[in-house]
């Protein structure tokens, strides 16, 4: 599951090229990582059984989340395989149920439990935290020379 999603996401790599510049300011930068999350769905195989019976594609973040309302306005009217994206706030590892992807802001050590209830699911999971990699993460989002770049795990 690892592979494949690292796979499919690392077609993104043109969309984050041309996202635009990120500056130092907090809120550009969570407004352009919102932006770039929106299109990772787009890109993504999910096992058939992740999406059977669904009508949503469910985004994920976990709180306190970065994004305010940015994600949720991006998505609104986006469909994936002909399911609507919606952005769901989570809490606990039980919130978890029906999340495609989980965003987990820095430091995502604080949220351990819930990224390893989410590592046991087909859950594409995203953070901007230096070390989300080695913490079992898939995609890191960071920024390169002002502009947003992304790391995946391909293991």
Wanted: aromatic letters at 6%.
């Amino acid at each position: 599951m690892r592979s494949r999603l690292a796979w499919t996401v690392g077609l993104i790599a043109a969309l984050a090229a041309t996202a635009g510049a990120a500056r130092s300011d907090a809120p550009l930068q969570n407004r352009l990582e919102a932006a770039v999350v929106s299109k990772f769905p787009q890109f993504v195989e999910w096992p058939d059984t992740a999406l059977a019976g669904r009508s949503s594609v469910d985004l994920c973040v976990a709180a306190p989340n970065p994004f305010g309302d940015d994600l949720e306005q991006l998505v609104t009217g986006d469909s994936v395989a002909g399911r609507r994206l919606v952005v769901r706030d989570v809490d606990r590892d039980q919130d978890l149920a029906g999340c495609q992807l989980l965003y987990v802001a820095a430091p995502a050590q604080a949220r351990r439990s819930l990224l390893q209830a989410a590592a046991a699911r087909p859950v594409l999971t995203v953070s901007d935290d230096p070390r989300f990699l080695d913490q079992g993460g898939i995609v890191r989002l960071r920024v390169v020379d002002g502009r947003l770049r992304f790391d995946i795990d391909a293991s």
